[in-house]
């Protein structure tokens, strides 16, 4: 578990559930993240067998003032290179949680695994999320274009890295 101030970063648990089932929505994913339908049986599965905690992907909870207010993804692609993915509750955002969130997740990893390349991407047109990013010591690298599919077409992305001499 991580923790500074009035947040927690902390793995899934079975009372978590409910929230992910109502957080699989257009509403809480928002205009610029895919939907897709899920298994509740699936997820509580996985939730049993890892928590969805393996060395090669983790899903954690963020939590604000003991609220759920979000879920942080940490894809560890090969040694050295980690992905991050952030996903807020609509009424979470716009509160700099997401920064903080992910400054709190960016000096974990950096201090506790060898990890020299962070990345995360963002749409091109999600402005919000490029600032948290740009907040957090990211730097736009490129465009992957047509990178991810969602709301009937499929989107270009910027490219973000955090590079650990910037640490």
Known sequence: MLA???IIIRPLEERD??????????????AFQECQMESEIERKNQLMENGFCTPQFQMLMI????????????????????R???????????NHLGSRALMLCRDYLLDNFPVVRLEADTDIDNIAAQKVLE???????????????HHGSYHDSYLYSYIRESY
């Open 17 to 30: 559930l409910p929230i992910l089932t109502r957080w699989q929505s257009p509403e809480f994913r928002g």
């Open 4 to 6: 500074e101030q009035n």
């Open 135 to 149: 907040r957090c010591g990211f730097c736009a690298e490129g465009v992957l274009r047509k990178y991810r599919f």
């Open 84 to 94: 991050l993915g952030l996903v807020l509750d609509p009424k979470a955002r716009g």
């Open 63 to 82: 939590e604000q003032d003991e609220v759920a207010s979000g879920l942080i993804y940490l894809n560890f692609v090969r040694q050295g290179l980690v």
